[in-house]
Nanobody
Framework: QVQLVESGGGSVQAGGSLRLSCAAL???????????MGWFRQAPGKEREGVAA????????YYVDSVKGRFTISQDNAKNTVYLQMNSLQPDDTAMYYC?????????????????WGQGTQVTVSS
């Protein structure tokens, strides 16, 4: 089993920045089975959407169109940690952000493919 522990949420004004972190904890064989890690977000009354993801082995990344050019996902494999640097934040980015991980090899970054979830961290952007 793998536990995902998030940190870094908070409140900022529009145009500001935040950095989220997600550490994967567990036995090495479980962590090594993870193929991809990343983030989803869910705003009140909306579906949970995939925001960004990174392949733990090759480093290839995915971003939803609405965050391209503003968010950057990265990883530190030695620390089993993934980061999401969020710049030029807008009120529409306000949501609960969830770290997620999958053992699957498919290219889709969607909820059915997720094996592990973090508890969520709130991001609030005021205008």
């Amino acid at each position: 089993q793998v536990q995902l522990v998030e940190s870094g949420g908070g409140s900022v004004q529009a145009g500001g920045s935040l950095r989220l972190s997600c550490a994967a904890l567990g036995y090495s064989y479980s962590i090594n089975s993870i193929n991809r890690m990343g983030w989803f977000r869910q705003a009140p009354g909306k579906e949970r959407e995939g925001v960004a993801a990174i392949y733990t082995g090759g480093g290839g990344t995915y971003y939803v169109d609405s965050v391209k050019g503003r968010f950057t996902i990265s990883q530190d494999n030695a620390k089993n940690t993934v980061y999401l640097q969020m710049n030029s934040l807008q009120p529409d980015d306000t949501a609960m952000y969830y770290c997620a991980a999958t053992r699957g090899s498919g290219s889709s970054w969607s909820r059915p493919r997720i094996n592990y979830w973090g508890q969520g961290t709130q991001v609030t952007v005021s205008s």
